[in-house]
């Protein structure tokens, strides 16, 4: 007759928690599947510059959003910081993306687009955001009444 340990019983239960955190994983993969037609976000799902494309130019975007006046657009040629140049999406060499500008109460939010297509902030630059628009918005959360300061070269 087997004599159940304390040993046996503990890593039996532990075995069982890894087995439900790995089929939970499973589920919401696949439920990530279904809903965007693939097992990646949506921002990533097309780059070859079709509608979709997580390399579409940003829309430009004037709103109040928490009491705060955000503002973004393409940046005009004096404003970029390489006057004249449009950056290329690396993968194919001939989209065009445009520099952006954002602003908060008319200051500018330094931001940047991400090779995967996402686009991230300097008020936090460990989140990314699909758009402009919610990169914005995720700011004005984060600074929570602050106002945004300049970056010094």
Known sequence: ?????????????????????????????????EEHG???????????????????????????????HIEGRPAPDEHTSHPGRRSRHPDDGQSPVTEFVVRIDDRDLHVMRSMDGTWLSVVNHYQKQRTPLEVARAAVRDLDGASLVPLMA
């Open 38 to 68: 693939t097992g990646r976000p949506p921002h990533a799902e097309r780059a070859d510059g079709a509608k979709g494309s997580s390399m579409d130019e940003p829309e430009a975007f004037d709103e109040i959003y928490l009491g705060r």
């Open 1 to 33: 007759m087997e004599h159940t340990t304390r040993r046996k019983a503990l890593l039996t239960g532990t075995m069982a928690v890894a087995g439900a955190a790995l089929v939970s994983r499973t589920d919401v993969a696949a439920a990530n599947s």
